[in-house]
Nanobody, 127 residues
């Protein structure tokens, strides 16, 4: 059973930056594709970014050029660097994991593609 723990959320002014981390345990991290999703109050969970076990990345159009996903396998950690934050980025951010062999790259933006989820970390961007 894989456990995921997010950290790094907080309150930041518009234009600022935050780096989220997601630490994984209980599995072979290098074999997992990892994703970041977010959910604002009253809205559905939406895709933010994903990274395959081989390092290929995918981003939602709304965050391209502002957010960067990366991973450090020896630390069992995936990161989300968020720059030029906007009030509309306010949400609870979740990381998720799936065995790479069971989820193709093009399926990674879909929440249902993932087997494991963290509890989330709140990001609030003030205007």
């Amino acid at each position: 059973q894989v456990q995921l723990v997010e950290s790094g959320g907080g309150l930041v002014q518009a234009g600022g930056s935050l780096r989220l981390s997601c630490a994984a345990s209980g599995g072979t991290f290098r074999n997992y594709a990892m994703g970041w999703f977010r959910q604002a109050p009253g809205k559905e969970r939406e895709f933010v970014a994903a990274i395959t076990s081989g390092g290929m990345t995918n981003y939602a159009d709304s965050v391209k050029g502002r957010f960067t996903i990366s991973r450090t396998n020896f630390k069992n950690t995936v990161y989300l660097q968020m720059n030029s934050l906007k009030p509309e980025d306010t949400a609870v951010y979740y990381c998720a994991a799936v065995t790479s062999s069971s989820s193709p790259y093009l399926d990674l933006p879909r929440p249902g593609a993932y087997d494991y989820w963290g509890q989330g970390t709140q990001v609030t961007v003030s205007s």
